[in-house]
Each structure stands twice: as structure tokens, then as C-alpha cells.
């Protein structure tokens, strides 16, 4: 399978925590974005990459949040100090120039 | 900064039927994209639209892209259960130096047997 893919599928922490999700991009896109998604909204935008460089970062995104993409493959996306709003799904995508986005399946986090 | 509004938020309509979901954004950008999620899902793509005037079609869906108004119509002819699922529409903002996608609030539509 070639598709994007995501880890963990689901991930329980308590309030307080760090948590990393991993993001595989499709191996030939150069872009890759990472998203959130809480119930009954739409994908909201937190950061994307072109190559291994962040271009753009959300004005609403958190100090503690972080993401990295080394060496322009695979992406992780850490949260410190977990709140219960950051309870939601992240969703990871990746593009080539200019064309759509192909998504993964999410890492669903749930902070108790 | 852009936004990109759906109407209507709930659509609950009958098999067989027609209705049509809108799109509006608020800035300018000629690429927009429809995608459909299902329960529990991730995000599927259905239609991509690069210019003004594009039109495409997939089975009983249909979009259309107009971008001197600013919208896109997604257009369901005799809704049939398979349907049911959240469409969200995007805007790229190419068109600003960058290249974040901005979605919509999403239309959940059911259909009705």
C-alpha cells in the first residue's frame, strides 16, 4: 500500500503528557500538512512542510505544539503538556505541486 | 484571511431526490476540491476543479466551479443511501504565495430510504 500512513491509530494519555504521532507521507509528494479535526467540524490547517522546510504555521497553533520533518520523508507531530481541548483527530496529508491532498487514515488522541 | 463557508450544515432528503450542496469562499483562488468522509473515516477525494467554468461528474454527483462569484456547487441527482456521508469542500491559496488548503465547515447529508 501506497497510501499515507499514520501512528498510532488511537492514542489515550492523560492531561500533562507529551505525545509524537508519526506521519509517512506518499513516498514521491514533497508536500506534506498535518490537520486537525474535531466532531461535526472540518479540517482545520496546523502546518506544512515542502521538503524537510516548515513553510507555514497556524497563528492558532500552540507553543506546544511541534512538528518536524527530517530529511523531507516521514513527519511527527508532538503535543507537550496535553490538555483535554487538544482531544481530537490529526489528520496527516500529503501532496505533489499543485495538486490534491491524499489523506491518512488519523491518529485519534483522547486526553483524560 | 480565507474562509470557506457550506450550506446547508444538515441535509436529510429522501432517495431519489435531487438537491444541490453550495460552497463559498472569500478570497480569490481558482482550485477547488470536494471531498466526502465517512464515519470514523478519513478524507476521500471526489473532484478536483482548477479553473473557472470546470465542471465533473462521478456516478449522481456532480461539481461546478465558478470563480468570479466565488463558489462551487456540488449537485446530487436521485440521492441514493450509499450517499450519506459529510462532503467538505477546499480552497487552495495558491493564489497568496502559500500552499494550505482551508476547508469547509462540512454538509453531513443523509439520505432516506
Known amino acids: 500500500d501506497t497510501g499515507v500512513s499514520q501512528n498510532p491509530r488511537h492514542k489515550i494519555t492523560k492531561r500533562g503528557q507529551n505525545v509524537t504521532f508519526r506521519c509517512d507521507p506518499i513516498?514521491?509528494?514533497?508536500?506534506l500538512y498535518w490537520y486537525r479535526q474535531t466532531l461535526g467540524q472540518g479540517p482545520e490547517f496546523l502546518t506544512y512542510?515542502?521538503?524537510?522546510?516548515?513553510?507555514?504555521k497556524s497563528r492558532l497553533l500552540s507553543d506546544r505544539f511541534s512538528a518536524e520533518r527530517p530529511k523531507g520523508s516521514f513527519s511527527t507531530l508532538e503535543i507537550q503538556r496535553t490538555e483535554q481541548g487538544d482531544s481530537a483527530m490529526y489528520l496527516c496529508?500529503?501532496?505533489?505541486?499543485?495538486?490534491?491532498?491524499?489523506f491518512g487514515s488519523g491518529t485519534q488522541l483522547s486526553v483524560l | 484571511e480565507l474562509k470557506v463557508e457550506q450550506n446547508p450544515l444538515f441535509l436529510s432528503m429522501q432517495e431519489e431526490k435531487n438537491y444541490t450542496i453550495y460552497c463559498n469562499y472569500s478570497?480569490?483562488?481558482?482550485?477547488l476540491y470536494w471531498y466526502r468522509q465517512d464515519p470514523g473515516k478519513s478524507l476521500e477525494s471526489l473532484f478536483v476543479?482548477?479553473?473557472?467554468?470546470a465542471v465533473k461528474q462521478e456516478g449522481r454527483l456532480m461539481a461546478s466551479l465558478d470563480t468570479k462569484a466565488r463558489l462551487s456547487t456540488l449537485h446530487i441527482t436521485a440521492a441514493v443511501h450509499d450517499l450519506s456521508a459529510t462532503y467538505f469542500c477546499?480552497?487552495?491559496?495558491?493564489?497568496?504565495?502559500?500552499?494550505?488548503?482551508?476547508f469547509g465547515t462540512g454538509t453531513r447529508l443523509k439520505v432516506l430510504a
Open positions: 496529508a500529503s501532496s505533489s505541486f499543485n495538486e490534491k491532498l491524499f
Open positions: 513516498s514521491e509528494h514533497n508536500r
Open positions: 512542510f515542502q521538503n524537510e522546510a516548515q513553510l507555514e
Open positions: 478570497t480569490t483562488s481558482d482550485r
Open positions: 476543479l482548477l479553473s473557472n467554468g
Open positions: 477546499a480552497v487552495d491559496t495558491a493564489t497568496s504565495g502559500t500552499y494550505k488548503y482551508i
